[in-house]
């Protein structure tokens, strides 16, 4: 099925099972501990071992030698697979890391060995048996130190050009008679997943199965075929519940890699989870930016040039964190310019996290607005207002396909008592507690891919749903039943879901906000054409039938749906492909934050006390899923305020607090009630269903709004992530 025009009235449009808030239909497997997570499969061929992996202990250089006799001689071990004996290893097309030293060294904590034993302790007490001899060599562990000398980043597939420019910003900024012009930095981060990357492989002859861990079938597919040198369509990966990615498990992470591996030694099925120190510095993280921010104006608050350029580092021939894709969408501004510079770092791999580029642009760029804001002697909000734009900035002959920013800014003023916030710092006070109010704007990408579904009726009107979308706990499952019981006019509990297995028909999986949009229209296409395939099973007329209540209807004539399948299952497949919608128009989703915190005026210690996110989204498929992921991407963005960094050991090269007692997250104890509120909006322009991701807009612009209500409170601007108290206490307001 083709969608190229904007989507007219629809079965969909019944609205009946669609946008209701059914509960998570997978839940009860969850919380029964029934579902089955990717290190724990029973059902597997006899004789399962156990893989450990040993990372490198040096942050750049080269391997002089590999002593593995002793722990060859360990009770249980099987084998030591090094690039000694690994054979032959590529790169997949997404990351840059190579998954084995071999025998160069590219960054700390880069898989050395995996240890192969009858048992995981065996394989984790030979693991220390391996004697490794390196050859350390001078490393580049510090962004700052390259700010100078890093090049302009190159082209790549995702975040949009390196360099952009419209107007003359140069000249419109010295001209305008109200600037700021400020830096600001976000840390490395961590994805922090609760679910570690775990894998378990086993190869049939040439044939390799491997029940994983990971977001993207497709790319899974692709990137493993080319790192082990063989045919994708030898491979199958399954993964059918997922603990979490935030994009850490996109595509192949090394226990993929080291599992296959492991498992073609010993010709025995594998397992091979990565312990939590060695997740933080052998996969891919959210990498360091250092961002300069530029903003001219009138008087009267209209912006005449707006510049954003960011500094991030990576491994050699690795991508910069787009942190300027917000700047270029998000407000008006008739000059313009961005830049993004990537310095070449030998520590692991900086890449997709969460809202890549937006989620840390919009850190530093709604601090920029609200202290532009404060110069110009405006409210926040109202400066927002005035600076909106219902045409794409960069090409104002390409109109957004739908905007409620304004509407995200007011109603959110509106519900959070905004009017109560004063606008002098340090003016609310409650005893020993200094309180602010802040808030941010919100901007992520509605992207949409080709994808595909199966779906099969059977004679007890049952319909059954296959597509290798995953879902990484946001309500794949759900969204995909309540899509095919709308179409096919039955309750949801008469739609069974299957995910995650690389044989099912292709989707772009879940990742880049991209997944419920695209899934449900291949889910869509598939009914659609199942609709027809029953209505000609059933001699009617399919323009004219209607499929409600579990029945197939047409005129005065009902037929239970389930007879159409009396003499066999009916099964059909179909893909939906996508036109130039997406190039004709601007698909963003759009949110606003606001928070209020409580500084204590003696420790410095800042408290969320209640935060609200309204968010335009299109059509939302299930207001009780989104709003969850909404909430979790709040809670996420809490943290990347006020507490998430991946300390960097600049001599060494390596991220320090590795673990969860060292790398701080928010507990409970840390977050209030929050809220969440849609908007009534649909998008015809993106899909059938008229409906966008939400999963990555509930985090931009979070952490941008806990700072400025910091500020708020105490009157102190931290412009380098995480707002720590440390930064604070010097500078707190003199106590009366």
Known sequence: MKFDTPATTNPIDRMTIVGQPYERIEGPLKVTGTATYAYEWKDLPAGVAYGYVLGAAIGKGRIASIDAQDALRAPGVLAVVTHENAGPLGKGAFYVQRFLAAPEVDHYGQAVAVVV???FEGARAAAALVRVRYVREAGAFDLAAQLESAPVAPQ?????????????????????PVQIDETYETPDQAHAMMEPHATIAWWDGDQLTCRTSIQQMNWGLRDLAQTLGIPKETIHLQSPYIGGGFGGKGTVQSDLVMAALAARAVRRPVKVALTRPLMFNNTIHRPATIQRIRIGATRDGAITAIGHENWNGNLPGGRTEPSTLSTRAIYAGAN???????AVLDLAEGNAMRAPGEAPGLMALEIAMDEMAEKLGMDPVEFRIRNDTQVDPEKPERPFSVRNFVECLRTGAERFGWGDRKATPGAMREGDLLVGMGMAGAI???????AGARARLDRDGIVTIETDMTDIGTGSYTIVAQTAAEMMGVGIDRIAVRLGDSRFPETPGSGGQQGAASATAGVYAACVKLREAVAQQLGFNSAE????EGEVRSGNRAVPLGQAAAAGDLTVEDVMEFGDLSKRYALQTFGAHFAEVAVDAYTGE???RRMLAVCAAG?????????SQIIGGMVMGVGAALMEEMAVDKRLGFFVNHDLAGYEVPVHADIP?????????????????KAKGVGELGLTGVAPAVANAVYNATGIRVRRYPVTLDKMLDRLPALV
């Open 117 to 119: 034993a009858e048992s």
């Open 606 to 608: 800042i408290r969320v």
């Open 156 to 176: 790549a597939e995702f975040g949009g050009p390196p360099e952009t420019a419209v107007g003359d910003f140069d000249a419109a900024f010295a001209a305008a």
């Open 444 to 450: 992520r990408g509605g992207p949409i891919s080709k």
């Open 619 to 627: 059509r939302i498929l299930n207001a009780m899923t989104a709003r």
């Open 673 to 689: 009630h929050l809220d969440a509120i849609f908007l009534d909006e649909v998008d015809p322009t993106i899909s059938p269903l």
């Open 545 to 548: 039938v209607v499929f409600a």
């Open 336 to 342: 313009r310019m961005t830049r993004n510079r990537l």
